[in-house]
Structure formats: C-alpha cells, structure tokens
C-alpha cells in the first residue's frame, strides 16, 4: 500500500495589494528602476534637507533691516521689508486701499460670473466686466473722482501686473469677438483685414509691440496729444490679445455643432440675434480652458513691461537687490519669492482651466 | 391636391425673392458692400491720419527718414558677433551681426528645448513613479514661471554665483567653465583638410542612402539590417580614417589663461548660456506636456497590438507609438518653435547682443529712427517664422495619416 504524500503547498499569491505591492510595481520593479529610484531619491532627500533647513530653520525672521540677517539660512526679513514695494510699487503708502478696492472690485466681479442666476449671469457680468477697466483707472488714478492725483510712474508692483493683464484681456475681449466674425464672414474685403490685423498681432515678439507702445505710437497721435506711456502700452496689449483671442473664439465657433447655426437660421433670427443670443454664450462656455490659458501666458508677459522701465514685480525686484542697504546677496530669497507668487497664480489658473474642461466634458457627454 | 398647392405657393414665393421687391438695404448683397465699403473708408482715414500725423510729428521733431542711416558707421561695439565686427562698420553690418546671433541661440534653443521636451513628455509614461513626478514637476514648475524671470534666475542668480577666472571649474585643461563664460578647444583646419570636411559630408549622404536602401531592403527580403551602428560607424569613422590619412591638417587651439582672461579656443558668454538654458528650458516644458498630449492620443489599443505581434518594450515606443503621436506632436512644435524665436527677444533684458538688442535697442536710440527699425526688426521675425512654418509643415506632411 502507498503512503500518502500530500503535494507541497503552493506559494503564497505575491501579494497584488498594500503598500509593499505598491513599492514593488512602482519603483522598483526591475534592476534598472531600483537603481534610478534609490538614485532620484538620495538626491531628493540629501538636498530637500539642506533646503529645508535654509528656507526655513536657520531662517531670520524678524527685523527690518539688513543687520538683523545673522544666521546661515535665508533673510526672509529682506521680502518681509520690501513686500509693500513688491505687492503696490511707489503707491502713495495713504491710498493703497485704491489699489485694494481695484482688486477686490476685479475678484467680486470674477466670482458674480460664477454665482449668479444662469438667466441674468451673462447680462450682468459682461457690461461689469467691460466698465471695471475703466472704473479701476478712474479710483487708480483719482483725478475723476476727486482723489488725491497718482501719477502712473507710482504705480507698480506686482498689483501692476495683475491689473494690466485683467484691463488688457477684458477690453480685447469685445475687439477680438468682432475680429473673429471678421475672419470667418463671407464678405472678403472684411475677412482678409481680419487675417491680416490677426496674424500681425501673432506673428510679431511682444517686446517689439512694447517698444512700439512706448516709441512708435507717439508719432501716431496728432501733435500736441500727450498720451500716457501706461496706457499707451495698454493700448498696444489690447490689440496684442484681441489678435490672440480672436483666434481662441474662431476655435469656439469652430466647435459648435452646425446644426445651432442652423436652427437659430430656422428660427428666423437675424445676424446679430443668432450671434448673440444662441452663439456667443455657447462659445465663451466652450473657448473658457483657451481663454484662461491665454490669460495666463498675457500675465507671464507683463513681466516684459520691466524692459521699457515699467516698475512691475520683477523690476521691483532688480530695484530692491541693488539697494544699497540691502547688498547682502538675497538674490536667491528674491528669485524664490517672485517664483512662487507667480507660480501659485499661474499654476492655480491652469488647475481652474483644467476642472472647466473636465466639467465641459461631461456636460457634453450625452 | 395638398401637396399640389404646397409646390405652388413654393414657387410663388421664390419668384417674388428673385425679383425682390423689397428695400435695397435689405439686400444682403447691397449690404455686405455697403459695410466693406464703409470698413475701407474707415481703415484708409486711420491709416491717412496717423501717416500724416506721423509725417507733422517727425518734421516737428526734425528727425531724418528712410534707410540711408544703414551705410552710416555705427560708432558701438556689440558684445559677441559671430563675423568680425568693429565699431567703424555700419548699421548693416551690425544688423546682420544681431540676425546671426538670433539664429544662433534659436537654433540652440531649438535643438536643447526638444531634447528636453522628449525626455520630459516620454518619462511621463515611465513606470517609475518618482520619474513620472520628476517629469510633472518639471513641467509644472516651469510652464508656470514668466521667462523673463527665468532669463534673470539663470543670469543674476546662477551664472554669476560661478567661480571666477582664476578659480574656473575646469575638464582636462580643455573645458573651462568661470563666471565670464564657457571656453572650450578649437579646431583649425590647415592645408589638407577640406578633403575631412568633405568626408563629413559623403558620411551625412551615405548614412541617409543606407537609411533608404535598408528600408527597400527589408521590405523586399524582411531582413533587418542594423542602420544605426553602421550609420554611427559611417560618420565617425569615414572622417576619423581621411583625417589619419591625411596626417590631421588640424591644430588644437586650447584656452590659454593670459592675465585676467582665458585666450583661445571658442568662448561662450554667459548672456548667451543664460538665454538659451532658459529658452530651452521653458519652451522644453511646453513640448514635454505636447509630447506627453500626442503620445495619450494614441489608443492604447496599439500599444497591446505591438506587444502582442511580440515586439520589446522600446521598439513598440519607437516604432508605434511615436510615430502615431507625431501627428499630434509636430503641429504643436511648429508654435512652440516660433514662441521660442520671438521669445529669444528677451536677449534685451540681459543684454545678449541678438537682432532686437542691436536693432530695436541700441540703433534706435542713436538714430532715433524708431519705425525703421522697428519695421526692419520685426519684418525678420516674421521671416524666421515663416521658414519655421513652412519646414515644419513639410514635417508635418510626412508624419501626417497616409490615407488612400
């Protein structure tokens, strides 16, 4: 009689689950991926910690002036003293709360386009949105409404450079509507003028558009007319983002089904009623992402202002390092800080842009 | 009987659209004319008042017009040019200096921006998880800070916290690297070596002629051939074996130290290492996310076909995948190219003497002829990118979906 021998056990499944599973198939799942893993993460570690340890253990903190900078790690007492300059340049100190009404005006009327009722959302936000520019100069500049008179050498920082890429981007929005119907309308006088002011705009370095601004547009005004270096590079960035939305819109009206074109055709609504009421709404929805984007890419070129001696965030900066009471080499605390305040505003944009297009998605998704 | 008077009414009704009795500004034809007509007036009173505003401002002004400034001396010295350059030579001349310079740190950044962007936008894929963050970091960080900011970073921040002349980082005694630059060796051909230069040439036709034929070849036969060792072995080794041949009609000019400088040898300035890294560098991180977008519009389906046909891991990247997301990728380029160039203005905030620096910068200000400056300035910019348009076009053409 045989003797019955079981059969070995199987070896436990390798487990496909939990922390240890996860290690496995993500960073070290053969020779070459542990020996990068081990690598990256040597480096990591070793030079987080010396970061961490400058920015912020053996930081200073508190003082107000260069003295008060005496340990190994980074003087944050250095933005700490130039953050009015940085945030509201050579403003009055007095009548910063303009600056703040201008940018809390700029938020309200960002948030009413998200929370308003749906049927009075787009009455209500567009005519805000297109008066806000010209209110902001006016409690900005305060000649209008009574106020002590700002010069615009004063106004700077990095306030600056969001104000004039909101005033930029919300006055080019009408101009580049008209120029995309332009591109896309049958009558060909009107549609090669289009093409033409369009792929100017998009074609040409915005620096030289600048030094046009600053040095050519002076010409173009009738003698005698004193027009502000401010606003005439206003001017020029208007006409710089209505070449560059116009192109965003003509992709929207691109994206919308044919048959709303047609429908609103058979509805017997006029040019401008079709336009309006069934397109428009349906292509801001739709070009939101685009818009955002090219928002974001107008806010990284206002840093461009600095190279026609506009004291914006990064002019600011290059003033407060060669301070004479500063000369203690905070080039690496400055660099970071403007890094970061750009970056936290450029970075939250393009999450918004990217929960809008995830949020479009799905409302198309039949 | 019902369909009957339907037609009826149908054509009575175009009849009376052909033969419109309505107002003529109800006409849409009448009307498109009226608007176009009404949108020339416009446009010709704009540009007739800004011409003779123009004209009344520059008489005013007593300043000069037209181009006759460009045979006069220039009377400045630019930086870095890559043909010889003084300070008696003219406008002309100190604009083709800045055109040649633009097209250098272009080509530059060009060329370092899609290396990054490659490594970038593939490493998205990587099956490493750290990889994949190093890769999102990158992009993320970089895509998200103002260029102008990262041109000064890498000016004021990294470059000039390098260790100066006497204390250069050094390879071998032929790589220097110090604070006022980047020196490296230089070969001077003598006598005999234009035949090693036109070896390099016969190498470049030969490497693309086997390219060809292999490819005949294995569709006829279905046998590999391995192009790129032997391509690697044609371009190194024809040149290397007419230069021993030929006895090496080179000489080696080294970077000597003299006095305060290093001599010698090809030096490259820091404005011109700080604008390339940055150019190459953001616009690298907007071609890692356009590759990472082609190689994601390719369905994954493909991906299980190539690896069930039973092809490794790399060559179903290389021979699938990428080829597929270059539909997507190369249009993408072709704008992150011209941002690029038009970005490469930026020279003017660190002082890098390319075209816009030269021209719109420093000729301006002397002649104070803003228009003609300006106009020559951005005349080229719209040539440059007009060649990087129709080049990468034709690109495009060749990657693109052959469909019959």
């Known amino acids: 009689m045989r003797e019955f021998k079981p059969l070995p056990a199987q070896p436990a499944p390798v487990k496909t689950q939990g922390a240890v599973a996860w290690l496995r198939d993500n960073l070290f799942y053969s020779p070459v991926s542990s020996i990068v893993t081990l690598f990256f993460a040597y480096f990591f570690i070793k030079y987080s910690i010396a970061m961490f340890d ?3 253990l053996s930081a200073d903190w508190t003082g107000t002036t260069e003295k008060d900078c005496t340990s190994e790690g980074a003087c944050w007492v250095f933005i700490k003293a130039w953050s009015q300059q940085f945030f509201y340049g050579s403003y009055i100190e007095s009548e910063i709360w303009r600056i703040n009404l201008s940018i809390l005006l700029l938020l309200a009327v960002i948030v009413m386009s998200f929370t308003l009722p749906k049927n009075i959302r787009l009455k209500v936000t567009i005519p805000a949105f297109l008066l806000l520019p010209f209110i902001c100069i006016a409690i900005l500049d305060g000649r209008i409404l009574g106020l002590t008179h700002v010069k615009t050498d004063l106004w700077g920082g990095f306030s600056l450079n969001v104000l004039m890429a909101a005033a930029s981007i919300i006055v080019a929005f009408p101009f580049s509507f008209l120029w995309s119907l332009g591109r896309r309308s049958d009558m060909a006088f009107i549609r090669s003028v289009s093409i033409i002011f369009i792929e100017f705009f998009r074609g040409v370095p915005v620096l030289s558009l600048f030094f046009m601004g600053s040095v050519m547009l002076p010409l173009f005004f009738a003698e005698g007319t004193n027009v502000d270096k401010l606003i005439r590079v206003w001017i020029v960035l208007i006409f710089f983002m209505s070449g560059y939305m116009a192109e965003v819109f003509r992709g929207g009206f691109q994206a919308i089904p044919r048959g709303q074109y047609e ?5 017997g609504l006029g040019y401008w009623q079709k336009i309006l ?3 428009l709404p349906q292509v801001i929805k739709v070009s939101m992402p685009n818009i955002l984007a090219t928002f974001v890419m107008l806010f990284k070129n206002t840093t461009f202002l600095l190279i026609i001696g ?17 000369l203690g080499g ?17 970075f939250s944009m393009s999450l918004l842009s990217s929960h809008i297009e995830r949020k479009l998605d799905t409302d198309n998704r039949n | 009987m019902f369909k009957e008077k339907t037609t009826e009414e149908i054509q009575a009704a175009s009849r009376i659209a052909g033969t419109s009795k309505g107002a003529v500004y109800n006409n849409p034809r009448y009307r498109a004319w009226f608007y176009q007509l009404a949108m020339m007036l416009g446009l010709l009173y704009f540009f007739y008042s800004i011409i003779s505003n123009t004209l009344g401002n520059m008489e005013a002004l007593g300043a000069k017009t037209g181009f006759s400034f460009l045979s006069a001396a220039a009377g400045y010295d630019v930086l870095m040019s890559l043909i010889s350059f003084d300070a008696t030579d003219t406008y002309a001349r100190i604009f083709v200096v800045g055109f040649l310079n633009t097209v250098l740190v272009s080509v530059i950044g060009i060329f370092f921006a899609t290396v990054f962007g490659f490594i970038f936008g593939v490493a998205h894929f990587s099956h490493n998880w750290l990889i994949r963050k190093v890769a999102i970091t990158y992009v993320e960080i970089f895509r998200n800070i103002p260029l102008l900011l990262q041109v000064f970073f890498w000016y004021f921040a990294v470059l000039s916290a390098l260790p100066g002349t006497r204390e250069s980082l050094s390879l071998g005694e032929a790589f ?7 020196y490296f060796p230089r070969l001077i051909g003598e006598g005999g070596s234009w035949v090693v230069y036109a070896s390099i040439f016969v190498a470049i036709f030969g490497v693309f002629f086997l390219k060809h034929w292999a490819k005949k070849n294995q569709e006829k036969t279905g046998e590999q051939f391995p192009v790129f060792y032997t391509s690697l072995g044609i371009l190194f080794g024809l040149p290397l074996f007419f230069a021993l041949v030929t006895g090496f009609p080179f000489t080696i000019e080294y970077p000597v130290l003299k006095g305060f400088n290093y001599t010698g040898g090809i030096t490259v300035i820091p404005e011109l290492m700080a604008l390339s890294l940055a150019l190459s560098v953001y616009t690298g991180a907007f071609i890692a996310e356009a590759v990472r977008a082609g190689i994601q519009a390719v369905p994954h389906g493909q991906t299980e076909a190539a690896r069930s046909l039973g092809l490794k891991e790399n060559r179903v990247m290389s021979l699938i995948i990428v080829p597929q997301a270059m539909r997507v990728i190369v249009p993408l380029l072709n704008s992150e190219y011209q941002s690029l160039v038009k970005n490469s203005t930026l020279a003017a905030a660190i002082g890098y003497p390319d075209l816009f620096n030269v021209f719109v910068g420093t000729a301006l200000n002397q002649t104070g002829q803003a228009i003609e400056t300006i106009f020559m300035t951005v005349v080229v910019y719209f040539i440059l990118n007009m060649i990087i348009s129709f080049l990468m076009n034709r690109f495009n053409s060749s990657v693109a979906l052959v469909t019959r």
């Open chain 1, 54 to 56: 400058w920015a912020l």
């Open chain 1, 263 to 267: 429908a609103a055709d058979s509805l």
């Open chain 1, 277 to 279: 009421l069934i397109l």
């Open chain 1, 310 to 326: 506009i004291p914006e965030l990064v002019q600011t900066l290059q003033t407060a390092l060669s301070n004479s009471y500063w």
């Open chain 1, 330 to 346: 905070h080039t690496l605390e400055g660099y970071l800080f403007v890094f970061a305040v750009f970056w936290a505003s450029c």
């Open chain 2, 176 to 182: 220097f690297l110090n604070v006022r630059g980047f």
